[in-house]
């Protein structure tokens, strides 16, 4: 027992064992847990490309999870887990492309989408259409957009693009 008065000196927790803890607890289904701790500490975000390595799929798929919250409770912070994620479009594992790729969709900022489309050669067909699949979403997305926009404009409804 420490002598009165004195208070123990809390251990250093290592960056690698916290990576191991958040993955321990998205693999369990604890998303709310990590979402809570990245909301505190977001530079966390920056080791969304490692998850991704993780052989367990519940984690990865707890990445994505992960993503579709942070997309609304705290959208600014996701830049912090681009490069990361970026750098595993390149992984010599295709599932890990593969993931990096979906979660980058997820993101779907111009630079997260501006990664993908060097993808579309990749060896790896399912990577191939993964990519494919966002990138054709997107393309619907705004396809749509352009059709609503042209709408209001034959309706003469001023738009924000009119107001300048």
């Given at each position: 027992m420490p002598p009165t008065g004195h208070s123990p000196t809390p251990q250093?927790?290592?960056d690698e064992d916290l990576v191991t803890v958040i993955a321990d607890f998205l693999a369990l289904g604890h998303v709310d847990n990590i979402v809570a701790m990245i909301r505190q500490e977001p530079?966390?975000?920056a080791w969304a490309g490692r998850l991704l390595e993780d052989e367990r799929y519940a984690v990865r798929?707890?990445?994505s999870v992960l993503f579709e919250y942070l997309l609304d409770l705290c959208p600014e912070?996701?830049?912090l887990a681009l490069p990361g994620l970026i750098e595993r479009l390149r992984h010599p594992t295709e599932w890990v492309r593969g993931e990096a790729a979906s979660v980058l969709g997820?993101?779907?900022s111009d630079q997260a989408l501006a990664a993908l489309p060097p993808l579309?050669?990749?060896p790896s067909p399912q990577v191939v259409e993964i990519?494919?699949?966002i990138l054709d979403r997107l393309a619907t997305m705004e396809q749509d957009l352009f059709a609503f926009r042209s709408e209001l404009d034959r309706r003469g409804h001023v738009t924000d693009r009119q107001r300048g």
């Open positions: 250093e927790v290592s530079r966390y975000l798929i707890g990445v912070h996701l830049p997820l993101i779907g579309r050669t990749d990519v494919h699949d």
